[in-house]
């Protein structure tokens, strides 16, 4: 068990990512007590965007027991880094089939925003702040996008810090956002978005309908602000793509 070569562990974990569509490298790679593969220091090339590369401090993988006394494969893992942690489960629908459907979920714990370059270089826009959270998904293994599943999130602490100025804002600052959306069929349904900071406040919902290169997804998302900054209460729509949002405001009626 000790003796397999790091070197072939490391090539073993590409070349099975691969397999599943994922572009994934390792630094290292080694089996670790109780049973399971733990790799350092790993990144993710995001598909369809050259150069975004989101990356880990550590990755460990465990087989699940349980599940697979009934029959059916599953996993466990707990990803490291940007100063927070995410643990998933992943459970096979098929019995000793890993091709078939796939149910996964993922808790999100203190991961920082603002240490995640691929974020800034997706999105054009510098987001800080602490994520916490739960998502779920369900769907075939190469085509989860397509699957369905649910998130609730929340960002405490945080802001946008914008490359040029809007509004004659250079950041917006916040101290807790919430978000609520279930996703089927590359459709994102935002039930809600809530944001409130020092003199900031307000609402989102709508739909992102999710594209195979990320940053082409479309967002369509209406609500209201109050920004003393901007005069008080103003309607607020954010179209466009994630790479390019379009923000458009106006007074309330």
Same mark, same amino acid.
């Given at each position: 068990?000790?003796?397999?070569p790091s070197?072939i562990?490391?090539?073993?974990?590409?070349q &099975?990512?691969a397999?599943?569509?994922?572009?994934?490298? &390792?630094?290292?790679?080694r089996?670790?007590?109780?049973?399971?593969?733990?790799?350092e220091?790993?990144?993710?090339?995001?598909?369809?965007?050259p150069g975004?590369i989101a990356?880990?401090?550590r990755?460990?993988?465990?087989p699940?027991?349980?599940?697979?006394?009934?029959?059916r494969?599953?996993l466990?893992?707990?990803?490291?880094?940007y100063?927070?942690?995410?643990?998933?489960r992943?459970v096979f629908?098929?019995r000793?089939?890993?091709?078939?459907p796939v149910?996964?979920?993922?808790?999100?714990?203190?991961?920082?925003?603002?240490?995640?370059?691929?974020l800034?270089?997706?999105?054009?826009t510098?987001i800080?702040?602490?994520?916490?959270g739960v998502?779920?998904?369900?769907g075939e293994?190469r085509?989860l996008l397509?699957g369905?599943?649910?998130?609730?999130?929340?960002?405490e602490?945080g802001?946008l810090?914008f490359?040029?100025?809007?509004?004659?804002l250079?950041?917006i600052e916040f101290?807790?956002?919430v978000?609520? &959306?279930?996703m089927?069929?590359?459709?994102?349904t935002?039930?809600s978005i809530?944001?409130a900071?020092?003199g900031?406040?307000?609402?989102?919902s709508g739909?992102?309908r999710?594209?195979?290169?990320l940053a082409a997804?479309?967002?369509?998302l209406?609500?209201?602000v109050?920004v003393? &900054?901007l005069g008080?209460?103003?309607s607020?729509n954010?179209?466009g793509?994630?790479a390019?949002?379009?923000?458009r405001?106006?007074?309330?009626?």
């Amino acid at each position: 068990y000790w003796t397999v070569p790091s070197a072939i562990l490391e090539r073993s974990v590409e070349q &099975a990512a691969a397999r599943r569509g994922v572009d994934l490298t &390792a630094e290292s790679a080694r089996l670790v007590v109780p049973p399971g593969l733990r790799v350092e220091k790993c990144g993710f090339a995001l598909p369809d965007c050259p150069g975004v590369i989101a990356t880990a401090h550590r990755v460990t993988a465990r087989p699940a027991l349980w599940p697979l006394i009934g029959g059916r494969f599953a996993l466990t893992a707990r990803g490291e880094g940007y100063g927070g942690r995410i643990d998933g489960r992943a459970v096979f629908k098929n019995r000793f089939d890993l091709s078939g459907p796939v149910a996964c979920e993922a808790e999100i714990d203190g991961v920082e925003l603002g240490r995640a370059a691929w974020l800034e270089q997706l999105s054009g826009t510098r987001i800080e702040g602490t994520l916490s959270g739960v998502v779920s998904m369900a769907g075939e293994p190469r085509e989860l996008l397509a699957g369905s599943g649910s998130a609730e999130l929340v960002i405490e602490d945080g802001g946008l810090r914008f490359t040029e100025p809007w509004r004659g804002l250079s950041s917006i600052e916040f101290e807790r956002v919430v978000v609520k &959306a279930d996703m089927k069929s590359l459709i994102v349904t935002v039930r809600s978005i809530t944001f409130a900071g020092s003199g900031l406040e307000g609402s989102l919902s709508g739909t992102v309908r999710l594209r195979s290169r990320l940053a082409a997804s479309v967002i369509n998302l209406k609500g209201g602000v109050s920004v003393p &900054a901007l005069g008080g209460d103003v309607s607020l729509n954010v179209g466009g793509t994630i790479a390019d949002p379009v923000v458009r405001i106006g007074r309330s009626s």
